[in-house]
């Protein structure tokens, strides 16, 4: 979670790290930020999982897959305040479940709260 480019997209860029997540056995899941992202104007949530996509591509063998590099968006729609238009059909037509959770409580708003992300997350394996 976080900024788009400075604090996702940023820590794919050294070396080896996008092998690494694709070698990985477990579920690969992106969290989008909750509000109004400046580093993502434009994207909608299928723009911004699809350009992850190539930055996770990056260094790895032609044909490796988005389902090697990322299964899940978990998003709480309902208190979520994601750029428009979401595109739920092509995350869904690159095999990329998008779960939609109460992820935010009313302590917690508007941010996400910590216990029930974890559950939701522990869900997933």
């Known amino acids: 979670m976080g900024s788009f480019y400075s604090s996702v997209v940023a820590n794919l860029?050294?070396?080896?790290?996008?092998?690494?997540?694709?070698a990985a056995p477990c579920p690969k899941v992106y969290i989008p930020t909750l509000g109004a992202?400046?580093?993502?104007l434009g994207m909608g949530l299928a723009g911004a999982v699809q350009r992850l996509l190539r930055y996770l591509e990056l260094g790895l063998d032609p044909g490796s897959g988005p389902d090697r590099l990322l299964n899940f968006?978990?998003?709480?729609?309902?208190?979520?305040?994601?750029?428009?238009?979401?595109?739920?059909?092509?995350?869904?037509?690159?095999?990329?479940?998008?779960?939609d959770a109460p992820l935010v409580s009313s302590s917690s708003a508007p941010l996400l709260d910590e216990k029930r992300l974890v559950e939701w997350l522990i869900s997933l394996c």
């Open 13 to 22: 860029l050294p070396g080896g790290v996008c092998r690494a997540v694709a």
């Open 37 to 40: 992202d400046p580093e993502s």
């Open 73 to 99: 968006v978990l998003i709480d729609a309902s208190r979520g305040a994601y750029p428009e238009p979401l595109g739920l059909e092509e995350l869904d037509s690159l095999g990329i479940r998008v779960v």
